[in-house]
DNA sequence: CAGTGGTCTAGACCACACA
DNA sequence: GTGTGGTCTAGACCACTGC
């Protein structure tokens, strides 16, 4: 099989390496579930250091193509996990992206015992209090996302006295309050009565609806659940 | 501020540099916004070389945690734009990890000239010929999955001939054609009568549904809507 | 045990972007 | 111009793991 020659401006880079490694899959010189050349070999085949290689190697293993063992060597990943990122914006910076004026605004405000459901859903202790929010977020003032937020207010305890009336609990938490791992995740739901009518939706209409909880290391942060309105897409290319 | 002492077993990682990074942040040393010192002065500080630091702030630029530009230097990301990557796995991996015994059907074929809506939607032209495919994804019998799937026979003429009775197109596909980009976005929408009839579900039920629509160079290859059963949920930790 | 990838180093040059 | 990150190199040692 031929190649083309290496461009001979200068050295190789780690991406020149990434591109052939990929013809070479594409091309089938080295099929699915295959073993390849070792970072060595392929170093002096493609005339650089095996750093260089490594990287090249790394990265397509980090983005699912490659599948490295010590000692086993390097395969073409047989069945492609293939992984989409997703960006997961602040909601002011998507609305505005798109072109669109943002407006927020605080719907309900309460502390409370935290509920059951919740207690479960982030190992907090039946008796914790936690502040609960409910939010809309507009894009040029039609009805863009409903969040129902709540707050674990042992973790952050200055979130009582802060005033959600101009800042959304999504960018004051983004700016205040530091986390460890977060959970995200996302499904269709029905409209209740109450997302209908801020969303201006019919109840039962399907609603695309992200689910996101924080931790800073162990301890629960926060848990939102955001509603879009009508024909929301998340949308991502790799 | 009093920080850890280094470990003094051996080197140095780009690991331990980065959790000394984040440290920082969390702790607000480098606010949000906040620019911070350069490669050579962390290399110093933390006794390693400087490759090890830039691989460590590499990595959280990656991951959106900071945002490096040549000579303006290194800031913490004040909107975390953080990014969630979602694994794509077959379906067939995706519900043989729950436990699940995994089961495919193929419920219709039929090659036709492109509808104007797959037209416009992969840039084919109006006279192309596709292949349709519907099939079902079972998880212990039960339906998982109604995929909707259009092969573009220009692209991948040996589709024609592909028997799609026992392995799905999805499979096929990916065992047989490369592809260089690919697009993915999730939404909600309602259940069609064919769809909730396959899917066992009620006409007008919200439904998880991913669209996928995959290019090799500039040539469309196909264009999938997956349509997934009640309570189906997309989730990743980061 | 021995081969492969994983990582660190010290040094060098380059490219971009701000002043 | 000039400083900062981006990358390559050559060499070294280590750690995991299949044989």
Redesign the pocket.
């Known amino acids: 099989m031929n190649y083309p020659v290496m461009i001979p401006t200068g050295?190789?880079?780690?991406?020149d390496v990434k591109d052939h490694i990929l013809d070479r899959i594409r091309d089938r010189t080295w099929a699915a579930g295959a073993i390849m050349p070792?970072?060595?070999e392929l170093a002096q085949e493609f005339g650089?250091?095996?750093?260089?290689v490594?990287?090249a190697?790394?990265e397509l293993?980090d983005e699912g193509i490659l599948d490295?063992?010590?000692?086993?060597?390097?395969r073409v990943n047989a069945s492609p996990i293939r992984q989409a990122r997703f960006k997961i914006p602040l909601v002011r910076a998507e609305v505005e992206a798109t072109g669109a004026s943002y407006r927020y605004a605080l719907v309900n405000r309460e502390v409370l015992t935290v509920p059951e459901w919740l207690c479960a859903r982030l190992d907090l202790k039946p008796a914790d209090r936690v502040l609960h929010l409910q939010c809309m977020h507009f894009a040029d003032n039609t009805p863009f996302q409903f969040e129902d937020r709540w707050i674990n207010i042992a973790a952050v305890p200055t979130c009582e006295s802060a005033d959600f009336a101009t800042l959304g609990p999504n960018e004051w938490l983004v700016r205040e309050v530091p986390f460890t791992d977060a959970e995200i995740s996302f499904s269709a739901t029905v409209a209740t009565e109450r997302m209908a009518s801020f969303l201006s939706l019919s109840v039962g209409e399907p609603v695309f609806t992200a689910e996101r909880a924080t931790w800073l290391q162990t301890q629960p942060v926060t848990f939102a659940r955001m509603s879009f309105g009508r024909g929301y897409k998340l949308t991502t290319r790799f």
């Open positions: 050295k190789i880079s780690y991406r070792g970072e060595v650089c250091a095996r750093a260089t490594n990287r190697m790394r293993a490295r063992k010590r000692k086993a060597g390097t």
